[in-house]
DNA sequence: TGGGGAATTTGCCGTGGCGCAACCCTGCGC
DNA sequence: GCGCAGGGTTGCGCCACGGCAAATTCCCCA
C-alpha cells in the first residue's frame, strides 16, 4: 500500500524515529504532499511560519541574508531531515530561506497538527529536542572554525563535512552529491568566490580534489584533513 | 517553606514554563543543590554528560577551547537557564566547559532522572525544544555576523547583546553586570584583545562607551546601534 | 603602604585575504 | 552548431587586523 510505504518513510525521519507505528499513521494521514523543482524556495527569510516539512527525496539549501544583501549557508537538508524548525519551537517568522537545489519531495503538515502532535507524543518532542540539540552543536563547530582558523582550513574543515555527509564514491574520490560552486563554499566559510577558486586551484595542483563547475570531488581525503588541522600558520 | 521557594523558582526556569506544579514539586524532590564560587568549574569539555543544571544565581561562561588552546566563547549563562543540555539532546561529552563567573547557586539532577521526566512530561520536552531552537538561532545570528561584518561592527552587536541580555541601568548608562575582559569579548567576536582595546578606546573617545577593567558601560546605546548597523565599510 | 600580577593600552610592522577587473571556460538553449 | 550566460580563474594593489613588544594602570593582598 501507498501507505504503509509512507510510513516507513516517516519512520526513518529524524524527527520519527521510535515513535511507535500508530502515531506514524496518523501523521501519514494529515500531512500532504509537496513537491519542488531545482530552484524552488519553500519559505522565505521573514516568511511567517505555518507549515512543517519533511524531506522525502532531494536536497535543499537554508540561507540567511543581511539586509546588505550577503548571504550566509546555514546548512543543507537532505532526505529524512526537518524543514521549518521554527514551527516546533514557537518562532512566528522563518529565520532564513529554504531553497531546492534538486528536484524534490517532501511531506508537509500545518504547523498546529505538528504542535499538537508534540505535545500529545513525548517521543516526537524529545526527538525535536535532540534534533535541535546537534544543529546547536553544528553551529557551535563552525563558529569556533570561523573564530580561530584560517581561510583554508576553514575551507578543507567544510568540504570534509559535505562529504561526509553527502559523499558519494566514485572511481576519482569522493564526490559531493549535490550542486556546489565556489560561492557555496564562499558562504559556508565566511570568505570570497575569489579565495575559495585561489584555494581549490592550489589543491587541485597538488591532486588533493577535482573540482569544476559546482563539482567538488575529495581525491585524497587524508591530505585534507592535514590541512585542516595544520597547526602551523 | 522552603519546598515551596524552591518550586517557584522552578517554575520560572526556561525548562519548566507551564509545568504543572504537581510534576515540579517531583523535580524538587528529586534535586540538588550546588554552589559554586567564582572560578569553579562546573564542567570540563569532554568530560561525561552525567548531571544537568538550572541557574538559580550567579553567572557562568561555557566555553571551548581547540586542540591549539584558542578558546571562543559561545555563551553566557544567568539564572533559570539551563547548563548541559546534551543531558536532553543523548550527547555523551560535553562539548564545552562551563565555568562560574560570580559566586553561584544551581539545582542539579542526574542525567537519568531528567531524561526520564522529560519522556514523561512533554512539556518539559516541547521546552527543551524552544530553548535549543532559540540557542541554535543565537548562533546563526553570531555565525552571520562573523561572516558578514567588520571587527567593530561584531563587537558593537556583541556589546548590545550583552547588554540587552545582562544589562543594569546606572546613571551612566546601560552597565554589563558581570566581569568582561578584552579578552572576552575577543573570544565572542573573533578577534584579538588589542583589537577590543582599541576599538573601546576610540569608543570611549567619542563617549559612546564608559569601560574599565573587567566592566563596560554603555552610554550612548543609539551611537552603538548605528556602529553595528554601519551599512559603509 | 608597598609590592605583584593581571588587565589594558598603544605603537609599529607585516600580511592574509578582499576588492576590483579582465578574461576564460563550458554547458545549454535555440 | 552557435551564442550566451553563468561559473570560474587569475593578477594586482591595498588595508584592516593580527602579532609582537613595551609601557602603564589598577586592583588585590600581604
Not at 522563518?94 to 499538537?116: E, K, M, N
Not at 574520490?173 to 559556508?188: H, K, T, W
Request: glycine share 8%; aromatic share 6%.
Amino acid at each position: 500500500m501507498e501507505q504503509q510505504r509512507d510510513i516507513e518513510i516517516l519512520k526513518r525521519a529524524e524527527l520519527f524515529t521510535g515513535v511507535p507505528t500508530p502515531v506514524l499513521a496518523e501523521l501519514q494521514a494529515a500531512s500532504f504532499r509537496k513537491r519542488l523543482a531545482a530552484g524552488d524556495v519553500l519559505f522565505r527569510q521573514g516568511d511567517p511560519v505555518d507549515t512543517f516539512y519533511i524531506v522525502i527525496v532531494g536536497r535543499l539549501r537554508v540561507t540567511q541574508t543581511t539586509p546588505e544583501g550577503a548571504q550566509v549557508i546555514i546548512r543543507y537538508l537532505g532526505p529524512g531531515q526537518m524543514a521549518g524548525y521554527s514551527v516546533l519551537t514557537g518562532g512566528t517568522q522563518h529565520p532564513g530561506s529554504t531553497t531546492a537545489l534538486d528536484d524534490s519531495h517532501l511531506f508537509g503538515w500545518p504547523a498546529a497538527t505538528i504542535r499538537d502532535m508534540m505535545t500529545r507524543h513525548a517521543a516526537i518532542a524529545v526527538n525535536a529536542a535532540a534534533v535541535l540539540g546537534e544543529r546547536y552543536h553544528e553551529m557551535q563547530v563552525r563558529l569556533r572554525e570561523l573564530s580561530t582558523e584560517r581561510v583554508e582550513q576553514r575551507i578543507a574543515h567544510t568540504v570534509l563535512r559535505l562529504a561526509r555527509q553527502a559523499g558519494h564514491r566514485t572511481a576519482r574520490g569522493i564526490e559531493i552529491a549535490f550542486p556546489l560552486s565556489r560561492q557555496d563554499l564562499a558562504e559556508m566559510t565566511g570568505t570570497t568566490l575569489h579565495t575559495v577558486s585561489r584555494t581549490l586551484s592550489a589543491w587541485e595542483e597538488k591532486g588533493i580534489v577535482d573540482s569544476g563547475r559546482r563539482r567538488v570531488i575529495v581525491c585524497r581525503a587524508d591530505a585534507l584533513e592535514a590541512m585542516a588541522e595544520a597547526a602551523d600558520k
